[in-house]
């Protein structure tokens, strides 16, 4: 299986070279190696690897967390390497040639960009504000799913959201969000990533001299801000090309039940 892994490094010659060759050693084949963060002396790296279906993921947990100054911030199963570069340029090259379809391309093709499970656009209606007051709650329309990625479970878990800003969030069952607004019509498009990795029992032996047992189930990593600020752009300029279109959209009508006979 693809997993992505968050590591924490020194920003200095050679530990980039032996958290690949620890990943190696525990049977991880890397396939992509991506730079997020460098800044006092840290660096914040994302490596997708291939990963043996039938190995426990608290080996690499064990294997990187036995190397002095190295910290895993998460481990999740991905659904293909990130792609970069002008991958954004295109995808919203094809938002403008086909408009009609623009919601839907553009969250299809989000899960892939950021290393996430699913995406989903959602109507936050415009009585948003009066779902909290003076720390009690207030009845009112809550937003509701208008396009999903296929990925996307029947009735997702989302965030509380607001049309305001694009920022990263965290469920209470673990799951990351990354939102970001279009800016009009109430529609703010929402990614996640997350869940339980399919694993098998630790192994009985320590790897690299740390108890496996030990080590807790790794989370999925929170959206970084260069992740959350990629997400921002991409849904501004869907924006700029959709234009008034957005403002067509709107929320499916709620299925109300038959009544008894």
């Avoid at 530990?15 to 396939?31: E, H, K, N």
């Avoid at 479970?153 to 607001?162: D, M, N, R, Y």
């Avoid at 969030?169 to 279009?182: E, I, N, Q």
Wanted: charged share 20%; no cysteine.
């Amino acid at each position: 299986m693809l997993l992505r892994i968050r590591v924490a490094l020194p920003d200095r010659p050679g530990s980039l070279g032996q958290v690949a060759r620890t990943l190696g050693v525990a049977g991880a084949d890397i396939v992509q190696v991506v730079v997020l963060e460098r800044a006092v002396g840290r660096a914040v790296d994302d490596f997708t690897v291939v990963w043996p279906s039938g190995a426990s993921v608290r080996r690499l947990m064990s294997g990187l967390g036995a190397m002095p100054g190295v910290r895993v911030d998460g481990v999740w199963q991905a659904i293909g390497a990130p792609v970069h570069g002008g991958n954004d340029a295109e995808l919203l090259a094809q938002v403008a040639v086909h408009p009609n379809d623009g919601l839907a391309t553009l969250v299809d093709a989000v899960p892939g960009l950021l290393a996430a499970e699913w995406a989903a656009v959602l109507v936050v209606p415009a009585d948003w504000a009066l779902r909290s007051a003076g720390g009690r709650r207030i009845e009112a329309a809550e937003p509701a799913v208008v396009h999903a990625s296929w990925r996307a479970p029947e009735s997702p878990k989302l965030p509380a959201v607001t049309p305001l800003r694009a920022r990263a969030l965290s469920g209470p069952d673990g799951t990351r969000y990354a939102v970001a607004p279009f800016g009009r019509a109430g529609l703010v498009l929402v990614t996640a990533r997350g869940g339980e990795i399919n694993t098998l029992p630790a192994e009985p032996e320590p790897f690299f001299g740390v108890p496996v047992d030990d080590l807790p189930h790794p989370p999925a990593a929170a959206f970084h801000t260069s992740e959350v600020d990629r997400l921002a752009q991409l849904v501004r300029a869907a924006a700029l090309v959709l234009g008034d279109r957005l403002d067509l959209v709107s929320a499916p009508p709620v299925r109300t039940p038959a009544p008894l006979s």
